[in-house]
């Protein structure tokens, strides 16, 4: 069983950064077999994929639309996986969720890959 926890959401303007952190606990965590992920759900929206990371390789991923701003990483020791949001628009508004799961490379970017998800932190990005 594994608990994940989000904190770092707020409240910022436009062109602004937020730094979100992923704390993950848990002794079936397989630093070899996990990846880690953030997805967003905006009101009235599909929840959608942001980022993820690989835990044994370290590579990452991203959503077109957040390439270039945002910055997934992790933390072997502590088990975390921050994510550095930078030049924020309205439009990354949501509710920011951290998961973790077993998926392939083909399937990193899919909801349903990932069995363990923290309960959200919200992020609004004033225009």
């Not at 009101?43 to 701003?69: C, L, M, N, Q």
């Not at 951290?98 to 992020?123: K, L």
Request: aromatic content about 12%.
């Amino acid at each position: 069983q594994l608990q994940l926890v989000e904190s770092g959401g707020g409240l910022v303007q436009a062109g602004d950064s937020l730094r979100l952190s992923c704390e993950v606990f848990g002794r079936t965590f397989n630093r070899y077999r996990n990846t880690v992920a953030w997805f967003r759900q905006a009101p009235g929206k599909e929840r959608e994929f942001v980022a993820a990371i690989r835990w044994e390789s370290g590579t990452a991923e991203y959503t077109d639309t957040v390439k270039g701003r945002f910055t997934i990483s992790m933390d072997n020791a502590k088990l975390t996986a921050p994510l550095q949001m930078n030049s924020l628009r309205p439009e990354d508004t949501g509710i920011y969720y951290c998961a973790t799961g077993r998926p392939t490379a083909s399937t990193m970017t899919s909801a349903g890959e990932y069995n363990y998800w923290g309960q959200g932190t919200q992020v609004t990005v004033s225009s």
